[in-house]
């Protein structure tokens, strides 16, 4: 009787031990950890290589994020080389105003520490291109002489919409009549994707053709249907004669629900990429980024979303949500 419980014993061990240690895991990924940053930056790396491929001088702009521009992430770490090499300027949200509350100065702790990687990005001659959202004369005009004295391209936005040409300044900061072929000699730009606040789209279109701004960003489409080559041409002139870049705006890091390509049926039967709703933007459902079909949605195919603003005539995207990989590290 005592070697059987003994037998016993030393078979529930056994077994526990290989419970204990089993893969529970019900993907079919291997059982190591992703890293969510090169995943990241893989991914934006193909876009450019995709979009340069087709036309050579095409801007990549990445916006937030900041952390991939260094391998480990930190401020102190060495930089990502071969994604800095990719894109021709980085984006970032609330710098000096709008990253607690709109029409707030941003903290300076939170200030200083994207300084310290917006830093890197200028010296290994990425151009930094910062939205701040204020609309307080006194702050617009701070945040256009902070970034200025950065060396920083900027725009103070007064809608966190992103939907109007703001009334103030009268005149885009450091306006001039030059003819702008690239991201550098943009001294500033306008960011407004969100045109529903304009009765139709010729009031749109008209409301950036009578701007003298250097560059503009706008979403490819109206009311989900895409700008013609000849509309996006038709804003390439500024009102003062000098020539200027129109760049597509393009959620990378998020599928968006009045896409084109959203389809009914993933309500109730998602793909495997699609992720969970975003619950501060409904409609806006994060994706496993990573995934190739998700990838093939964006680029790399003749019916891919960066295939229509190439074939548009845009001089370059404008990236969103690239700090997806945030999310998917919490997880």
């Known amino acids: 009787m005592k070697n059987l419980f003994a037998t016993i014993a030393v078979l529930a061990i056994t077994t526990f031990l290989r419970l204990g240690c089993s893969d529970n895991s019900t993907d079919n990924e291997p059982n190591t950890e992703r890293d969510y940053r090169q995943d990241m930056r893989d991914f934006v790396q193909d876009i450019s290589s995709y979009a340069k491929g087709n036309k050579s001088n095409f801007v990549v702009i990445p916006q937030n994020g900041q952390e991939l521009l260094t391998e480990n992430g930190e401020e102190t770490g060495p930089p990502a080389v071969e994604y800095l090499t ?3 300027g980085v984006g970032r949200e609330d710098l000096f105003y709008g990253y607690v509350f709109d029409n707030t100065p941003t903290p300076a702790s939170e200030r200083d520490y994207m300084l310290s990687f917006l830093d890197i990005a200028e ?3 990425v151009e930094v291109l910062v939205t701040d959202y204020c609309s ?3 702050y617009m005009d701070d945040s256009y002489v902070q970034n200025a004295a950065k060396g920083y391209i900027s725009f103070a936005a007064d809608h966190r919409d992103l939907d109007n040409v703001p009334a103030y300044p009268v005149s885009p900061y450091q306006v001039n009549a030059s003819n702008i072929t690239s991201l550098a000699e943009a001294k500033n730009f306008l960011y407004m994707i969100d045109p529903g606040s304009f009765p139709n ?5 008209q409301a950036i053709i ?3 701004y250097d560059m503009v960003i706008i979403d490819l489409f109206y009311n989900n249907i895409a700008l013609t080559t000849s509309e996006v041409a038709s804003l390439k002139s500024k009102t003062n004669g000098g020539s200027r870049l129109i760049i597509a705006y393009m959620s990378i890091g998020e599928a968006e629900d009045y896409r084109y390509y959203w389809q009914a049926s993933w309500e109730t039967n998602p793909p495997a990429w699609l992720d969970d709703e975003n619950p501060d933007w409904p409609g806006n459902y994060k994706v496993r980024y990573w995934d190739k079909d998700w990838q093939n949605i964006i680029y790399g195919t003749d019916s891919s ?3 229509k603003i190439l074939d548009g005539g845009f001089d370059g995207v404008y990236l969103d949500i690239i700090d997806a990989f945030e999310y998917f590290e919490e997880q």
């Open 86 to 88: 990719a894109i021709d």
């Open 123 to 125: 010296n290994n001659e």
């Open 136 to 138: 307080t004369q006194s």
């Open 201 to 205: 789209k010729n009031a749109f279109l």
């Open 210 to 212: 009578e701007t003298n």
């Open 305 to 307: 979303y960066l295939k």
